[in-house]
């Protein structure tokens, strides 16, 4: 995350104000009703460490995983890089993180299954009310994963995957069952010292998902991943790689979301994508959090000679997000395309963007983001774009595109691109404005109503990337859209 952009370059893009606001008493929370993503669930556990964070937390949540020394070792030195680290001098004000109020480990009361009966009632009403079993019942997906809290609860792969090899599991399962593949990849694609949050997360991770594709096996139907954050005061941090053999493709979904408290969360995870030659992944994510909710989380992706990675990604609630989805095209030919959604509402700031490193010829990106912004919210589109100097013969487009919906929210487009190679063809395009009030006075005069057709403009702006979305997340957010409308348009 620190790498993205170097104080020098940019530094603060905070006013006085601006700071004063996002400092205000936090215990107070005001949030949009987001229906079935906000009912809680009694917190039940057979297992949580006490809040804050040091070397004791470390070795007792990798005791209950009962993990091998390796990973131990792995999680100690990461304390050791966090406890070392500052949060960044750049972006969102994260002063109010404190881990002294979160606690990193919480075990559901609950085994984990490939039954949805036979998960506790409550847990299994909430996943009904966000409609992952409906999902998978209706055989649009090859498999299912469904994290609460901090551990997986349920997964399932269909038969017609596991006879062609494919492996989705939970990750701790994969650290008892594949070692010898998870010792090759984890912490390859992310190190633990990248960031201070990274290295929080490789502390204290615990569940996600491990996928593995053989060597020219198509997963034409996705697989999906739901976390699900229930408890308060608490921390997510799962771990999620995936690595695709030469010729292969995957879609894979993931979903999140939290219900809403008057307390500090935190959700660090880490995605590590490894798509080998030939091979695609297309990675589609609605994140839906609720705003008491900081939002740090490290996606990056390695990709091999005329490989492809696309990323498709809405952003939505959280009080806070830093969040910069990474590509490394390491291969001749490699591509990474990526479309994204960030919608910033009233206390939000919502720092997000893209990184690509072309370190290969004739690689190419294209970049299509959006942001709204809404009620006083802040949007910031973030990237980078590196072409190193043996990267001759690359492509890449970037268009951003922000809309503000009032005259007090804020929309902020921070590109750096670093060019070290001269035979590159690139191309960034930014545009940052409100509403047309002609389309809206066209649109009246047809019949509809101010307040439909600004909904209209708003929903047709977010359309490019709601189509690259499955049904049930396009449906989701659309749903999210209309919400975050309510009260804000007329």
């Not at 919480?106 to 847990?123: C, H, K, N, R, V």
Request: glycine share 8%; hydrophobic share 35%.
């Amino acid at each position: 995350m620190a790498e993205i952009i170097r104080k020098k370059q940019v530094g603060t893009i905070r006013t006085k104000a601006e700071t004063e606001v996002l400092e205000r008493e936090k215990s107070e929370i005001e949030e949009i009703d987001r229906g079935v993503y906000d009912i809680k669930d009694e917190v039940r556990y057979r297992m949580k460490t006490a809040s804050g964070l040091n070397e004791e937390i470390v070795r007792e949540i990798s005791a209950a995983k009962d993990e091998p020394e390796w990973m131990l070792k792995i999680r100690l030195a990461a304390l050791k890089e966090f406890q070392a680290s500052q949060n960044p001098d750049w972006g969102p004000d994260l002063s109010n993180v404190d881990l002294d109020q979160i606690t990193t480990y919480i075990s559901p009361d609950a085994d984990m299954t490939a039954s949805w009966d036979d998960l506790p009632e409550d847990i299994k009403d909430t996943f009904d009310r966000l409609g992952i079993p409906e999902a998978e019942a209706k055989e649009n997906l090859s498999g299912v994963g469904a994290q609460y809290d901090s551990e997986v609860v349920y997964h399932n792969l269909t038969k017609m995957m596991e006879d062609q090899g494919v492996i989705y599991t939970d990750f701790e399962t994969a650290v008892r069952e594949y070692p010898e593949i998870v010792q090759k990849y984890f912490g390859k694609c992310i190190p633990i010292n990248d960031h201070r949050y990274a290295s929080l997360h490789y502390a204290v991770w615990s569940g996600g998902s491990f996928v593995y594709v053989p060597k020219g096996v198509q997963v034409d139907i996705p697989l999906q991943s739901y976390f699900r954050l229930n408890a308060p005061g608490a921390g997510q941090f799962e771990h999620t790689l995936i690595i695709l053999e030469e010729d292969s493709y995957c879609h894979f979904i993931e979903g999140c979301s939290a219900p809403k408290y008057n307390v500090l969360n935190i959700h660090a995870g880490a995605v590590e994508l490894f798509v080998a030659d030939g091979a695609r992944l297309r990675y589609s994510t609605i994140e839906n959090w609720s705003r008491n909710m900081y939002n740090l989380n490290t996606k990056r992706s390695i990709v091999g000679k005329n490989g492809a990675i696309e990323w498709v990604s809405g952003s939505f609630g959280s009080r806070v997000s830093m969040l910069y989805p990474m590509s490394i095209l390491k291969g001749e030919g490699a591509s990474s395309e990526f479309t994204g959604i960030t919608f910033a509402g009233k206390d939000q700031f919502l720092d997000t963007g893209v990184k690509v490193i072309h370190a290969a010829p004739h690689t190419s990106s294209n970049i299509n983001s959006k942001s709204i912004s809404k009620a006083g919210g802040t949007a910031v589109y973030r990237s980078l774009i590196k072409v190193l100097p043996e990267a001759h013969g690359s492509k890449s487009t970037a268009i951003c595109e922000s809309l503000m919906l009032d005259d007090h929210s804020r929309s902020d487009t921070l590109p750096v691109v670093d060019l070290q190679c001269a035979d590159v063809d690139l191309g960034h395009e930014a545009k940052i404005g409100r509403i047309d009030d002609e389309v809206i006075f066209y649109l009246m005069s047809r019949g509809i109503s101010e307040p439909d057709a600004r909904a209209m403009v708003v929903r047709g702006f977010a359309e490019p990337i709601a189509k690259e979305l499955p049904l049930e997340y396009a449906v989701e957010m659309n749903a999210l859209i209309n919400l975050e409308l309510e009260g804000t348009i007329g």
